[in-house]
């Protein structure tokens, strides 16, 4: 068997890293593509590599050259590569086609171990390399049978997203039998180029063949193996992130701050939302409307307001929606606080609050020492001998997931007014509280009769719709809200954050439905962990559960071991606030079956 490797194009979508270089001498992690391929390959005892090579040839072949390649490499050269597409470049390679066996390449993959292999000694001797259609994929896909033949190409312009669900990505890698080329793909290729000229691609010929009943063409489906195809620089920096190495690939995931959906063989337990909301019937709606939504500007601050108010039943002078909550709190900490001010708050805790402060101005209460469980009478005695503006409490706080019930809140209210504190409760996690009902704060009794108590809610996290971008803020403080809603910009809801808020009302019965799943899975979860060997399981309210690992190994390697092994991303606290020092991890709950994954991978490394 032969491998042939197209690798004659330009790569303008590169733009300046390609301006002396041709597309496969890029670097990802500090190796070249064309290193890494043809390493892979020398691994496979081929007869020989061929290379068709056109743009900075020269450049790229001195550089293999200096490669510890023991595989026999010939080149090709595309001399009008500037004038051609790749079915071109294959074309000049028909006679080593015809010769032998071949794999055929393109030389802008990049691409785990194993997946070659798998394709050699596969007995089917005429296969197309796919992997299931995800979003962040682009170009030709395919459609299957039950038997894997192909049953069509689609390029570009015939992808209908409607049928998303059926279509398989190819992967650019190819395996023919010289027979299959002498018989099918040669005659097949050589008319094509006759009819419509070298401007094409090679598998608009494949097209034409997969639809002749003896063709014997048929796929090999990747089985949860990493790859990627670059094409811009957009892709490079998802490719140094899936093929980091071992010990810096959770910092370049972490360094994304989300974003997973890129990755669709990571199941991400780091970031938290509700995994049983919004229902399907809520996301037909949205999407029934996505046309309007997207060419119509959105309302503007009091009309979301009015949405928020509706919804909440706090007055709208009394209340203002930010794009997440992360958005309020920065304007709620440079308005009320000053270069002078004093901000108190508990550690480990969600540190957006700090992270808009001074750090010598931030008083630091470390919950640690009674294992994270703290109340009001506990935050009062601490408090009561310092000297602070603002008090902040996350309830259910994150990521310990400690809850203060209402009459200790209520305690806090009284205590923080008789001292002209201003008292923050941000209740992004509330919703998921079981140990009492009715926990929340959004009261309008409540803040009327106290103007120094401040409510924030994401609606990201229970509302189970991170991308929208949506966060509230309540307050007696008429002049506060006003000011905020003056900071905040006029349109800072887009048009799908505000038809989200004018609908979700109706949809309240399926919210409380999948709040009711919810505590149900946190529960036999949490029964789950606590039978792990060497993982002390923390008690929380929330939807995430924090853990001390106990034994040999510690919670970053526990981290690094479930990413890399497992594509499980968690959070690990050993670097966090109140944490330094200590083996704690952060996991969110999501559904039983992604939850049952995570418990058997536990199970596996620390058992």
């Not at 593509?33 to 001195?62: A, H, P, T």
């Not at 080329?181 to 094509?192: D, N, Q, R, V």
């Not at 504190?421 to 009261?443: M, P, R």
Request: glycine share 4%; proline share 2%; charged share 25%.
């Amino acid at each position: 068997m032969d491998a042939i490797i197209l690798a004659a194009g330009m790569g303008k979508r590169l733009k300046n890293l390609t301006k002396d270089k041709t597309k496969c001498m890029i670097t990802v992690n500090d190796i070249t593509l064309i290193e890494r391929m043809l390493s892979q390959l020398d691994e496979l005892n081929l007869n020989k590599i061929i290379l068709v090579v056109g743009y900075q040839s020269e450049k790229l072949i001195n550089f293999i050259e200096t490669l510890k390649i023991n595989t026999p490499i010939e080149y090709i050269h595309n001399n009008i590569y500037d004038k051609t597409n790749n079915i071109y470049s294959l074309f000049l390679a028909k006679h080593y086609l015809e010769g032998s066996d071949c794999l055929i390449l393109e030389s802008d993959l990049i691409f785990e171990d194993g997946i070659l292999e798998d394709l050699i000694n596969d007995k089917r001797p005429n296969l197309a390399l796919v992997d299931k259609f995800e979003s962040w994929m682009d170009g030709t896909v395919v459609t299957i049978d039950d038997e894997d033949n192909i049953r069509n190409f689609y390029s570009k312009d015939q992808f209908s997203f409607e049928d998303i669900k059926n279509y398989y990505k190819t992967v650019n890698i190819y395996k023919f039998s010289s027979d299959f080329s002498k018989h099918y793909y040669i005659p097949f290729l050589e008319a094509y180029i006759k009819s419509l000229g070298f401007n094409e691609y090679y598998e608009q010929v494949l097209k034409v063949i997969s639809n002749l009943k003896d063709a014997n063409i048929k796929v090999k489906k990747i089985n949860k193996k990493n790859w990627y195809e670059i094409d811009d620089i957009q892709d490079l920096n998802i490719a140094e992130s899936i093929f980091a190495p071992k010990e810096k690939k959770l910092e370049k995931f972490t360094a994304r701050y989300g974003g997973y959906w890129r990755y669709p063989n990571l199941i991400d337990f780091c970031y938290l939302v509700n995994p049983y909301y919004p229902p399907n019937s809520l996301i037909s709606e949205l999407k029934s409307n996505f046309e309007e939504l997207l060419v119509n500007y959105p309302s503007g601050m009091d009309v979301n307001t009015l949405l928020v108010s509706k919804y909440f039943n706090i007055m709208q002078k009394n209340i203002c929606v930010g794009n997440g909550a992360s958005e309020i709190i920065k304007s709620l900490i440079e308005h009320v606080l000053d270069e002078n001010s004093k901000l108190g708050v508990m550690i480990p805790t969600f540190e957006e609050y700090s992270n808009r402060m001074n750090p010598k101005n931030i008083i630091t209460f470390d919950t640690s020492s009674n294992n994270y469980r703290y109340n009001a009478d506990d935050i009062i005695q601490f408090f009561s001998q310092k000297e602070i503006d603002m008090l902040v409490l996350i309830n259910p706080d994150n990521p310990s997931g400690n809850y203060l019930f209402k009459e200790d809140v209520e305690k806090l209210i009284k205590w923080t007014k008789d001292n002209g504190i201003l008292f923050v409760v941000d209740e992004s996690f509330i919703d998921f509280v079981d140990c009492e009902s009715n926990a929340t704060f959004l009261n309008q009794e409540i803040i009327d009769e106290n103007k120094n108590f401040i409510v924030v809610k994401s609606i990201s996290k229970s509302f189970g719709v991170p991308g929208l971008r949506l966060g509230i803020l309540a307050s007696g403080d008429e002049k506060l809200i006003e000011f905020i809603k003056n900071d905040l910009s006029i349109w800072n809801i887009n048009s799908f954050g505000e038809f989200y808020l004018q609908i979700f009302e109706k949809y309240e019965f399926d919210y409380e439905m999948g709040l009711n799943k919810f505590k149900q899975a946190r529960k036999k979860y949490v029964d789950e962990l606590k039978t792990i060997d060497k993982l002390n399981v923390i008690p929380s309210q929330a939807n995430y559960i924090m853990c001390e690992v106990t034994g040999d190994m510690n919670s970053y390697e526990l981290t690094n071991i479930l990413l890399n092994d497992y594509n499980l991303l968690i959070k690990d606290l050993s670097n966090k606030k109140g944490c330094e020092g200590k083996s704690y991890i952060r996991i969110a709950v999501r559904d039983e079956k992604d939850n049952e994954i995570l418990v058997s991978a536990l199970k596996e490394i620390l058992n």
